[in-house]
């Protein structure tokens, strides 16, 4: 599934239709360039998932917990990680295979360590304001 999104005041539209997409799915990796917009993007699904924290990057903490009404969501940002062994050390297990939502920026840094069913969403920059967002089931 493709969504074309022209401006900021789309990404609720997106976020809700990755919602319906997404189904019963629990983990979800984003995929895209530097400045593509995840993190961005990933507060707007967050809001479709009834989260009412703030909702910031979790560079350098790494995981950021919320709450929202259908249970935990855990953001991961796995950028600044240097080696696998701090995945570990995080205790990913008990969250990726917890029974919460895990949204997880840079997935690429912890492939290996990364369940079996997911939905991948791909953001691809067209220019400045426009992005298009491919969500498919891995």
Not at 38 to 53: M, P, Q
Not at 67 to 78: L, N
Request: net charge negative; with cysteine.
């Amino acid at each position: 599934m493709e969504i074309a999104v022209n401006d900021l005041s789309n990404l609720p539209t997106a976020a809700e239709a990755l919602l319906a997409f997404a189904g019963a799915a629990k983990i979800f990796i984003f995929d895209g360039d530097m400045g593509a917009g995840k993190t961005t993007f990933i507060k707007s699904f967050c809001r479709a998932l009834g989260v009412t924290d703030v909702v910031s990057s979790p560079t350098y903490s790494i995981v950021n917990e919320y709450e929202s009404a259908g249970g935990p969501v855990y953001h991961f940002d796995f950028y600044r990680i240097k080696d696998i062994q701090e995945a570990y050390d995080l205790g990913y297990e008990e969250y990726f295979y917890g029974g919460g939502i895990c949204l997880i920026e840079w997935p690429e840094r912890v492939t290996e360590l990364l369940p079996d069913h997911l939905v991948k969403v791909e953001i691809s920059i067209l220019d400045e304001n426009q992005r298009v967002f491919k969500f498919s089931k891995v």
